[in-house]
């Protein structure tokens, strides 16, 4: 049974990995200036206005560093996804952290976004990536097998 999920969980992690990393190097300017082509954000700025409207409650040191914490998480999630390093804490955390952007988007600015932007799908499939069994093709699996010898 675990053989079928060589492929998938690898497509899985890259998939959901790149979706982290993407909007990370958006927020940092580094994929393009503002309004080129499908650039989000284009900077740091921009991305604090955007979750600014995210969470209208909050005073905007505290949007800032949130919105610092959170592209520090989204960093560290892409990397492990990626390379496969804990994954299933990343995947995890992967499904956490788009959890709460759900929430935030939805008493913000309604239910409409966060499905159009695919976070109710990123959320189940770090969920189901966590309870795969093996990660192979990954650094856990490199290192398991390391401890085994």
């Given at each position: ?49 955007y979750t600014s409207t995210l969470m209208p409650i909050f005073d905007r040191p505290l949007v800032n ?85």
């Amino acid at each position: 049974m675990e053989e079928k999920f060589k492929i998938p969980q690898l497509l899985l992690r890259y998939a959901l990995g790149i979706t982290f990393l993407t909007p990370v190097l958006d927020r940092l300017g580094l994929l393009g200036q503002p309004g080129v082509g499908n650039i989000e954000w284009g900077n740091w700025e921009n991305f604090i206005n955007y979750t600014s409207t995210l969470m209208p409650i909050f005073d905007r040191p505290l949007v800032n560093a949130m919105g610092a914490i959170a592209t520090v998480a989204e960093l560290l999630i892409s990397i492990c996804l990626i390379v496969g390093f804990r994954t299933r804490y990343a995947a995890l955390g992967a499904s956490l952290i788009t959890l709460t952007f759900i929430v935030f988007m939805t008493l913000s600015v309604g239910i409409q976004k966060p499905i159009n932007y695919g976070v109710f799908t990123a959320s189940a499939a770090g969920l189901l990536l966590s309870f795969v069994p093996n990660y192979d093709y990954s650094l856990d699996n490199l290192l398991k097998k390391g401890k085994q010898k």
